[in-house]
């Protein structure tokens, strides 16, 4: 084996000797304990939170956990970088002094002046150590088709040789990450997010959000999701709105956040837009003999389509009217004038977040069936960011 490792960050020229090799591996070390303790630390206070009634979407989630690991990775970076500092900078001092004054022709040595910052070499370290390059999981697809399911809902239907590796994790709220890059930076998928945080201001960083699978069809290679069409350029919504037979679309693979089992005897569903897709599914999935109800809410009249449903399970538009996305109170005040059955009831809600907080409010004293439900935000409604 070769005495000399080769670094990513640091170009071909740099090649690093054991010495140097062992140096980058404390700091890539200290890198990644650090980055998982900051996650360890926001995950906690993130219960915390949840505990005492606070709501964060799954962005805002993502983003706080992934704010907390670039912050504790870099503090345990500066504290690893002062104590191997201060190491080497001490056996510098020691090697120097011992060198000189074993010089029999040199006059009786000086204290050692260090002259030389002994890491200086390994900067910038932050993000550019060999860490074991993680394989970038992400699958592209060809967009085939794009179907309009109302003004405001678009589905776009990928397809891909093989799905490109795709593979469906049959849970009933798979999701995906969708991950759109803007087109000027002129990117090449899969995006390496990790590498080009360190690269790109925060304003020019892919986008990545979530977005339930609606349906995959591993025989004809093709999957959909529906979007709301919605914001400014740079958002998803946006991009959803403008996307065309023949463009790529990159998807994270199959998550899940729930393990719901539909064994409730009766069921309480509610969605905007965005929770949608997921309720359509549930209602796709539920036994032929269910009973309940399911509120959607939808602009207008014109924008109610076909969802295919059990016959007894109800399905109640409910327009906003003029009132804009995420400031609507029609869930709410739809879900607190039900009758409800005296059995076990399962709720089943996503919507914006200050709406799914007020549903959690009117169910919490509600008889529930906890493994038939699940209730989470599934936006946040941000006035005059990238709004349209
Ligand atoms: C598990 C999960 C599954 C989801 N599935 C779907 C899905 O199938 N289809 C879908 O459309 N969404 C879905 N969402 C919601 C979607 O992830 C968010 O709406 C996301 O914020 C959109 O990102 P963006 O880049 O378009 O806008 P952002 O950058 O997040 O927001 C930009 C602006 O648009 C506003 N905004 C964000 N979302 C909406 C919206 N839906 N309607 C109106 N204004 C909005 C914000 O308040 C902000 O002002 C899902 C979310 C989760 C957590």
């Known amino acids: 084996m070769s005495k000399h490792h080769k670094h990513r960050g640091y170009g071909a020229q740099f ?71 201060k190491t080497l900078r001490t056996s510098f001092a020691h090697h120097h002094h011992a060198s000189v004054s074993s010089s029999p022709t040199m006059p009786p040595a000086l204290p050692p002046t260090v002259t030389e910052e002994p890491l200086t070499k390994y900067s910038p370290a932050l993000g550019l150590l060999d860490t074991p390059r993680t394989k970038i999981e992400q699958h592209i697809l060809t967009i085939t088709r794009v179907e309009r399911l109302n003004d405001q809902i678009v589905r776009l239907i990928a397809s891909a040789p093989n799905l490109d590796g795709y593979r469906s994790n049959a849970a009933l709220d798979e999701y995906v990450k969708v991950v759109v890059a803007d087109p000027a930076l002129g990117l090449v998928p899969p995006y390496d997010l990790r590498a080009l945080r360190h690269r790109l201001p925060r304003e020019q960083m892919p986008r990545s959000k979530s977005y339930t699978i609606r349906w995959v069809d591993p025989a004809l290679n093709e999957l959909a999701i529906d979007f709301v069409v919605h914001g400014a350029p740079g958002t998803v919504g946006h991009w959803a709105g403008n996307a065309q037979p023949g463009d790529p679309i990159v998807i994270s693979p199959a998550r899940s956040k729930s393990s719901l089992s539909l064994t409730a005897s009766y069921y309480v569903l509610a969605a905007d837009e965005a929770g949608l897709p997921a309720i359509a599914k549930v209602l796709e999935a539920l036994p032929s003999s269910a009973s309940g109800v399911a509120l959607l809410e939808v602009t207008d009249e014109n924008a109610m389509f076909d969802v295919k ?36 009831v399962g709720v089943i809600a996503h919507a914006e977040r200050s709406t799914i907080k007020a549903i959690h409010q009117i169910t919490e004293y509600w008889h529930l069936n906890k493994h038939a439900s699940h209730i989470s935000s599934y936006w946040t409604l941000r006035e005059n960011r990238l709004h349209s």
């Open 15 to 85: 090649s690093a000797s054991p010495k140097d090799g062992l140096v980058l591996e404390v700091l890539a070390l200290a890198e990644k304990a650090g980055a998982k303790a900051g996650y360890a630390a926001a995950k906690e206070e993130l219960y915390r939170t949840i505990g005492s009634g606070q709501f964060l979407n799954e962005q805002e989630t993502d983003e706080l956990l992934a704010a907390a690991q670039r912050a504790g990775s870099a503090a345990a970076l500066v504290a690893a970088r002062k104590v191997l500092d």
């Open 309 to 344: 449903h059990p016959e007894g399970v109800v399905l109640r538009w409910l327009p906003r009217g003029l009132v804009p996305a995420g400031k609507s109170n029609v869930l709410p005040v739809a879900l607190q004038s039900l009758p409800l059955p005296a059995g076990q």
